[in-house]
């Protein structure tokens, strides 16, 4: 063991001993660091991000909120960024599930794979407060959605994956746990509001989208990605339908029905394995009438409504 990863261990020992701890859904506990609710091992990923990773002024990146369309983004940023190398008919993206292509800076060895893509593309749940200088220099893009949408999509895939000691948790704790904040990577509302505010300082810096504007027009939403990572369409690309092509290899129903999808999984971290099809559930706005009663979206779009006030931000 380096002298690096020594003092990295004994910083993060001694966070987990003596910060705030809350219920944490899947795991035994989340963990209250620098404001968001946070598994221990994701706080150690956070240390090292601030003291290890080397960011490349190119560098792309992706935030979200879990469960907020990451994989669709990936599939989306990947297949602009990459759109000379590959033909529709064979496709990366036929053969491959999205996030294999786009390290993950929360719980892997991120430069594994980095240099997959020209920029280098990455991706994390960490909000803006918690990512180091060197990755908050670089263009990022964030993708929010509907924090309904959000909670119901989240409860629905943490339940499949706990630790074998915590026992299911109920639509109506995850409901209760996701009102005051506590859910992984949470509060929501401070979440969104990191990026917010940080896209308005920096507009050429951050792209702030939302799942739902990009459902109903995905392809403006690919034409802002393009410009913003900085390959805008070319006028032959338009009239060849490249973007329309781009949309529709990324939509929900085409990669759901793909082979790799359905049957493949991904290995995370040497403990999370998630398989493919579990990016895929249903890919709806609003799926959340479907679970919340008219009591508890009152609830929550009231807690939004307090907390986004002011910000100019509407979700
Ligand atoms: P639902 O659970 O509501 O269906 P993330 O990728 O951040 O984990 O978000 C997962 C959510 O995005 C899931 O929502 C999933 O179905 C949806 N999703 C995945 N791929 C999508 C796509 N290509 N288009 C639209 N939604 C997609």
């Not at 403006?220 to 393009?226: F, P, T």
């Not at 249903?282 to 907390?307: A, P, Q, T």
């Amino acid at each position: 063991q380096s002298k690096e990863d020594e003092d990295l261990n004994n910083k993060h020992k001694h966070l987990i001993a003596t910060i705030p701890r809350g219920n944490g859904w899947n795991i035994q506990h989340l963990y209250n660091y620098n404001g968001f609710w946070l598994a221990p091992v994701i706080i150690k990923s956070n240390l090292f991000l601030h003291t290890s990773f080397k960011s490349k002024p190119t560098d792309i990146y992706l935030a979200s909120f879990m469960k907020s369309g990451t994989t669709w983004l990936k599939a989306l940023m990947f297949s602009i960024i990459n759109r000379d190398r590959y033909t529709f008919s064979d496709h990366y993206l036929l053969h491959h599930n999205p996030q294999s292509a786009f390290p993950f800076l929360d719980i892997c060895d991120p430069v594994t794979n980095s240099e997959f893509s020209r920029p280098r593309l990455f991706s994390t749940h960490f909000p803006h407060t918690l990512l180091p200088p060197c990755i908050t220099s670089c263009k990022l893009v964030y993708v929010c959605r509907d924090p309904k949408d959000v909670l119901v999509s989240k409860w629905h895939f943490l339940n499949k994956h706990r630790s074998e000691n915590v026992p299911p948790l109920s639509l109506h704790e995850a409901f209760e746990l996701f009102c005051e904040g506590v859910s992984h990577y949470g509060p929501v509302w401070e979440h969104v509001l990191s990026y917010w505010k940080a896209s308005l300082e920096s507009p050429e810096k951050i792209l702030f989208l939302k799942y739902e504007e990009m459902m109903k027009q995905p392809a403006v939403e690919v034409r802002k990605l393009a410009a913003f990572m900085v390959k805008p369409f070319t006028d032959e690309e338009e009239e060849e339908g490249l973007v329309e092509k781009i949309v529709k290899l990324c939509s929900f129903e085409n990669l759901r029905n793909l082979e790799v999808n359905k049957k493949g999984a991904e290995q995370f971290s040497t403990v999370v394995k998630v398989e493919n099809h579990e990016f895929f559930r249903k890919g709806e706005i609003g799926d959340w009438k479907n679970y919340l009663s008219v009591e508890m979206k009152e609830r929550i779009d009231g807690i939004m409504n307090d907390k986004l006030n002011g910000s100019g931000l509407v979700l």
